[in-house]
């Protein structure tokens, strides 16, 4: 059963571990109330995967999941034919009559994850996830009009494919390059951004139960102030929690600067981005942090 509230979507998601903002629970609200695909945008690591795998396994229901790619084509993306079948039908039938019908049916069609989120499933209308799309070329967002729009996939040897039941569709996109309009017109929007101190606190605290309440606290508002650095890419959400992990398995009760220079690695993916906060810059977060926590505990 799809929540019937705003509020009550948000604590079905929290239950599953998925903290949402309140623009996103909103969007992800209407979404599913009026059947339309939703489509996030943001910086990677933010958690625009998560929504889909967390909106499945709460309303229990498949999951298929299309991850773009460059040179991604309808073959891989929706359906392709078997030819080694066709071929083998055509040598079976030797000088017999074989009709072009005959060999371009169902039983020779290969679903790939568009078409089959089109299909009936006993647990409910699947949730398809579109990751990823702007790694995609420009072309095959043409291929997503037809299916996003009037749920249904034409194959021209075999017919029109339409779903009983719209699939629930996520898509994903890092924002590499622009989205056509043409699609997003199709979808309701939604910038997922990075979270507010207080809710990446909630995330971490959940994925993270392991690590104290202190060390928690430091290792958010470390990465809260890292984000606003001038670095080629800031650490997602996803990178936090790495951290806090990792922290927690060199048994670190609380941050320090050489902790700190050490697993940079964790949270920053460029040689570039180490280098700048590694030493100084690492040291000042870190004492800002720790004036900041003294504050809280004197309150």
């Known amino acids: 059963m799809i929540p019937a509230t705003v509020a009550s979507l948000s604590e079905s998601m929290a239950a599953q571990d998925y ?10 609200f209407l979404a599913l109330r009026r059947s339309r695909p ?47 079948r066709q071929m083998m039908q055509i040598q079976s039938a030797g000088q017999g009559k074989l009709e072009s019908a005959d060999l371009f049916t169902e039983d020779n069609l290969i679903e790939r994850p568009l078409l089959e989120a089109l299909r009936e499933d006993v647990r409910g209308a699947p949730v398809l996830l579109i990751d990823e799309l702007d790694r995609a070329d420009e072309a095959f967002e043409a291929y997503l009009l037809e299916i996003l729009s009037d749920w249904q ?34 979808c309701f929007y939604h910038w997922v951004d990075y979270p507010s101190l207080d809710d990446e606190l909630g995330i971490l605290q959940r994925k993270a139960p392991e690590a104290s309440v202190e060390l928690s606290q430091q290792v958010v508002q470390f990465v809260q102030r890292l984000r606003d650095e001038k670095l080629f890419k800031a650490p997602g959400v996803a990178e936090t929690i790495d951290w806090a992990q990792a922290l927690v398995e060199l048994d670190c009760v609380a941050v320090d600067p050489t ?22 810059v690492a040291a000042k977060l870190l004492a800002e942090v720790q004036i900041e ?4 505990q004197r309150k």
């Not at 926590?293 to 809280?296: E, P, R």
């Open 293 to 296: 926590l003294v504050g809280y």
């Open 259 to 280: 902790t700190a220079d050490s697993t940079m690695g964790v949270l920053l993916k460029y040689q570039d981005d180490i280098a700048r906060v590694r030493g100084s």
């Open 19 to 28: 903290v949402l903002s309140e623009g996103l629970a909103v969007s992800l």
């Open 38 to 84: 939703l489509f996030l945008e943001g910086e990677a690591g933010v958690g625009k995967t998560e929504v889909a795998k967390t909106l499945a396994a709460l309303l229990d229901r498949h999951l298929i999941r299309l991850q773009c790619y460059e040179g991604l084509d309808i073959n891989a993306a929706a359906y392709e034919w078997n030819y080694a």
């Open 153 to 186: 996939i034409t194959i021209p040897e075999f017919g029109t494919v339409a779903a009983a039941t719209p699939p629930i569709v996520i898509i994903t996109s890092n924002r590499t390059r622009e989205i056509h309009d043409a699609l997003k017109r199709r």
